[in-house]
């Protein structure tokens, strides 16, 4: 299996993970954020269950559907990450329209946002660096 693939089954299980650890209580304050710094609701939680599905469904098809994963999840993620670094609020999980800018502070806007930002750059390093030319065709159809 190539890397852009493994890459992909990694994304998978990172998201997957993710999701899991915000029903775990130990990690919430006694506010409810998780690691003290935010909530995760059902928007953010479909968000990260979906971006895992799709990662490990490209991954599990062919070199080709993970490279477009990357390439496509990967400027998505991104810019979230930065919007919701500015505005407290991202875009992909609806954030931005349900609660509008969110006044934080700066250390809670940074370490909210910084796994967006750090996931959705390494995507595109992904999807644009390491996936650059195509594999073999023996390569791009699931077993």
Do not use: C
């Not at 990694?10 to 997957?16: K, L, P, R, S």
């Not at 650890?21 to 954020?33: L, M, S, T």
């Not at 750059?121 to 023996?138: D, E, M, N, Q």
């Amino acid at each position: 299996m190539d890397r852009v693939r493994k890459f992909g089954w990694f994304y998978f299980a990172g998201f997957i993970a993710v999701v899991a650890v915000g029903y775990v209580p130990q990690f919430h304050d006694p506010e409810g954020n998780l690691f003290g710094l935010f909530k995760l609701d059902l928007y953010d939680d479909s968000l990260h269950f979906f971006s895992g599905v799709w990662a490990g469904l490209a991954a599990w098809w062919s070199y080709p559907a993970s490279r477009t994963y990357f390439r496509l999840f990967g400027p998505l993620y991104f810019a979230d990450g930065v919007m919701g670094l500015f505005l407290g609020s991202g875009y992909l999980d609806f954030g931005i329209f349900l609660y509008g800018p969110i006044k934080e502070s700066l250390y809670a806007h940074v370490f909210a946002n910084l796994p967006h930002l750090v996931i959705g750059g390494l995507a595109i390093w992904i999807g644009y660096r390491l996936a650059k030319s195509p594999v073999s065709t023996t390569e791009t159809a699931p077993a």
